[in-house]
Each structure stands twice: as C-alpha cells, then as structure tokens.
C-alpha cells in the first residue's frame, strides 16, 4: 500500500519558520516528480511548490518565492518543504503530492498527482 505521510507543521507566530515532511511508502518515488499544495479555508487548492524526480529543477507559486524551499532526499523517499517568514495567509492545510509514473516532468496542476499525503495545518498568527 502505497503512503504519503505528513509531519510537521502547527502554530507559529508571523515570521516563523517551519519544516513539512513527507515521507513515502510502498513505492519508490525517487524517479517521481513531487509537489506541495496547500488549502486555505474556503479556498481552492492552490500549488506551492514542486521538485523534479532529480531534485535538479524547483517549482514555486508566487506567493511564496523567495519564502519557501523544496527539497527531497530520495535515499529516505522523503520530500521536504521550509517555510520561512511566514504570513498570516499562509495559513492552511498543507498536502504533498507525488506524480505515478517515473520520469515525468513537475507539474503545479493537482490533477497530474496521482498520490497525496493526509495534509497537514498550519496556522500563523499576526
């Protein structure tokens, strides 16, 4: 069975920093491209981040370039992305997301992700 789990996240003052985990099982994913998304209350889901399979290719939306960092180490099939000054709009429920084939380039629409993490909160305060 194949898994997406989530750690990290919580509550931290605007500003902060925080480090989200994912860590997948089941499959290898070291040739997947995989991805970050977040959903605000009320809102769409709505693409953060995204990491070729290599990790030689980086993806950002724009609300959070320059903020938060990608990154992966395939030996622990672990994705991770750092927050960092965080606003109080980030707040939301973050998912990672890995694509099902091998070789396949990143992507910031949901749809071409065919395997998400349970997601994760994270809520800043002002």
């Known amino acids: 069975q194949v898994q997406l789990v989530q750690s990290g996240g919580g509550l931290v003052q605007a500003g902060g920093s925080l480090r989200l985990s994912c860590a997948a099982s089941?499959?290898?994913?070291?040739?997947?491209?995989m991805g970050w998304f977040r959903q605000a209350p009320g809102k769409e889901r709505e693409f953060v981040a995204a990491?070729?399979?290599?990790?030689?290719?980086?993806y950002y939306g724009d609300s959070v370039k320059g903020r938060f960092t990608i990154s992966r180490e395939n030996a622990k099939n672990t994705v991770y992305l750092q927050l960092n000054n965080l606003k109080p709009e980030d707040t939301a429920v973050y998912y990672c997301?890995?694509?099902?084939?091998?070789?396949?380039?990143?992507?910031?629409?949901?749809?071409?992700?065919?395997?998400w993490g349970q997601g994760t909160q994270v809520t800043v305060s002002s």
């Open positions: 990491i070729s399979w290599s990790a030689g290719r980086e």
């Open positions: 089941g499959r290898d994913f070291s040739r997947s491209a």
């Open positions: 997301a890995a694509r099902g084939s091998s070789y396949t380039p990143t992507s910031v629409s949901e749809g071409e992700y065919a395997y």
